[in-house]
């Protein structure tokens, strides 16, 4: 397109100068070739002057006076016409012979007219005896007292003005024709050398306006273009390179959010919705497609959130809330909105971060429980260690008969609490993973004989019946003995605890599928089934006061769960009222 305005333009102002040339100097020309003939018809009317002054002091009649015309116009190329002083025509080389004495008075031709007062006449003007325009020239003839016998009038048709101007144009158009060929050319050579470049150029641009941005700009051309092509080079350059650097932050942005394990809504500076993560989708069941441009409040149903989003986004600070939202049961979340800034400072947003302080939450409520709860089971053994002291201190210990037992009662509370703070001691070091015997290999049945044999006097004077069923060859653990040790006497503990007298205990040491199997199972009370899930709890007892009556804190399943759970195994239960109970510790292959 640039190309064809350049090549038009090019021939226009080549052909608008010759045009604006030949136009203005035309009259100008015209003028000058007017003059010129009308000077060449004065010289010659001068040198035929004294011959037709002689003729026409000698002879008015035409047919001589014709045939003299005639040949001065053959000769001057001129038409020439006699005219008498009265205006009458004599003759004419325009005009056959027969026809003069029918031609019109010319005394009152304006050439005539001025020859008659100046000595010569000229016009310019239509001949009705040719029906052309003429260049009229005019001088009078005289005779010997000066006086006007007639006039010699020579003319030319203005068309031999127009020939020469035709001629004197003709190297102007040659010259015209060349210079056109010339802003072809140029037009041609222009094109090549800056339209080129700049086609190239749009190229470019185009593509790096789809988002395609080249590198290298193969060919560079000379002159500004060239410098034009090298800056665009560059600035493609830097572009790409921004691009990638851009896409990249945006992607490692990106995989942040959505890797995070916190919820992360953002919203611009209308209240839109410009960016969930998975987490926030799956609380609010909604998908980033489905919310993107959304005003918070129809993304997602929670004024809380929206709330808090809407007042960062007014106060321009961070804000911070407690959260709780039922997804589908209770948990509490801490709510942080805070502002998006651009580079100038100016918000642009609002981002809101949703931590889940469910567990944290809980484990607060465990540890101010487990606070109550050891305080609790503490101060019942001191208290009753208290009251024996005070007895023992008012009198009681010179009395014979009964100071020996109020000191053994003291004895076994206090091994009691020895072995409950045992017990928390156990659990806290579990829990904290911290002072841990590292894990070594041994056979599990030894360990379980082990036990079997701490607790076989109990066994024996509750006339419980024992069945072991062991494996016969060794059956390999890695973990802690120590700790194993304890959770199988657990175990064993409850269900000598729990199981009436002449009940039976059948204790089991099994490899399955490559795992060792471990199971305790009595004939005992059982436990009823709405107690089953929180038996590994703390401090949890079916019966509190029956339970503590046996001498139980409620620790000891909590401890085994924990022992598995640090030996990536398991432990089940089964159990009916009445019927009894069966534990199964279950350890990895
Ligand atoms: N074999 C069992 N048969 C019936 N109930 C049981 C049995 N084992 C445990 N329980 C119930 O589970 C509760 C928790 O047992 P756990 O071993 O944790 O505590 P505990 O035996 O009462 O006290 P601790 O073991 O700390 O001395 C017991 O109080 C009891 O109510
Ligand atoms: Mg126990």
């Known amino acids: 397109m640039l190309k064809k305005i350049l090549f038009a333009s090019f021939i226009g102002i080549v052909i608008f100068s010759f045009l604006f040339v030949g136009i203005l100097s035309e009259p100008e020309i015209r003028s000058a070739i007017i003059s010129h003939l009308t000077n060449d018809l004065y010289r010659q009317a001068l040198l035929s002057k004294d011959d037709y002054t002689r003729l026409l002091r000698q002879t008015s009649d035409r047919s001589v006076i014709q045939t003299i015309a005639l040949k001065t116009a053959s000769l001057s190329g001129s038409r020439v016409t006699i005219i008498a002083n009265n205006g009458t025509v004599l003759g004419d080389s325009g005009t056959p012979l027969k026809d003069l004495p029918a031609l019109e008075n010319h005394a009152d031709r304006p050439e005539i007219i001025s020859a008659s007062g100046k000595g010569a006449g000229k016009s310019v003007r239509h001949s009705h005896t040719l029906g052309k325009d003429l260049i009229y020239l005019a001088i009078p003839l005289r005779n010997n007292a000066g006086g006007i016998i007639g006039f010699l009038r020579f003319s030319i048709p203005i068309s031999y003005a127009s020939d020469l101007i035709l001629r004197f144009y003709k190297p102007i158009l040659i010259a015209l024709v060349a210079a056109a060929a010339l802003a072809v050319l140029f037009s041609f050579l222009f094109a090549r050398f800056f339209y080129a470049p700049i086609e190239r150029l749009v190229a470019v641009s185009a593509k790096i306006a789809q988002g395609e941005i080249p590198q290298t700009i193969l060919h560079k051309s000379r002159f500004e273009v060239g410098i034009l092509e090298e800056a665009v080079e560059r ?22 959010i959505s890797n995070m394990a916190e919820g992360v809504i953002a919203i611009n500076s209308t209240g839109r919705i410009i960016a969930i993560n998975p987490v926030m989708e799956k609380l609010f069941g909604q998908t980033m497609p489905e919310v993107a441009g959304k005003l918070a409040r129809e993304g997602i149903r929670n004024n809380e959130i929206t709330g ?86 008012g009198g009681a210990i010179n009395d014979p008969e009964h100071n020996l037992t109020f000191l053994e009662k003291i004895d076994k509370h206090v091994l009691s609490l020895a072995a409950l703070i045992d017990d928390i001691l156990e659990i806290s070091q579990l829990e904290s993973k911290e002072g841990l015997t590292p894990f070594s290999t041994f056979n599990i049945i030894e360990t379980a004989n082990h036990a079997l044999d701490a607790v076989i006097e109990r066994i024996e004077k509750k006339k419980i019946s024992l069945k072991k069923e062991f494996a016969s060859a ?22 000598i605890t729990y199981t009436p007298d002449g009940g039976s205990i059948a204790v089991s040491c099994m490899k399955q599928d490559n795992k060792a199997l471990i199971s305790v199972a009595d004939t005992g009370i059982g436990i009823p089934d709405e107690h089953l899930p929180r038996i590994f709890e703390r401090f949890y007892r079916v019966e509190q006061s029956r339970s503590r009556q046996m001498g139980g804190t409620g620790l000891g399943l909590a401890i085994v769960k924990h022992v598995m759970n640090i030996h990536n195994g398991t432990v089940t239960i089964e159990s009916e009222v009445g019927k009894g109970s069966k534990f199964t510790l279950i350890f990895p292959a």
């Open 235 to 256: 600035m493609s350059r830097r572009l790409a390179d921004n691009f990638n650097k851009l896409s990249d932050e945006r992607g490692q942005m990106a995989a942040i």
């Open 308 to 393: 808090l989003l809407e007042d960062a986004l007014t106060a321009g600070r961070l804000l911070e809330k407690e959260i709780d939202l039922y997804v589908p049961s209770r948990k509490h979340f801490i709510a942080h909105a805070g502002p998006i800034r651009n580079a100038q400072n100016v918000i642009i947003g609002v981002v809101c971060v949703l931590y889940d302080i469910t567990e944290l939450k809980k484990l607060e409520n465990y540890r101010s429980e487990f606070v109550a709860n050891v305080s609790h089971e503490l101060k019942t053994p001191l208290a009753t260690i208290h009251s024996y002291v005070q007895t023992l201190a």
């Open 474 to 495: 060794d059956l390999l653990v890695r973990g802690m003995e120590d700790h194993i040790y304890r959770a199988i006497l657990n175990l064993l503990e409850n269900a």
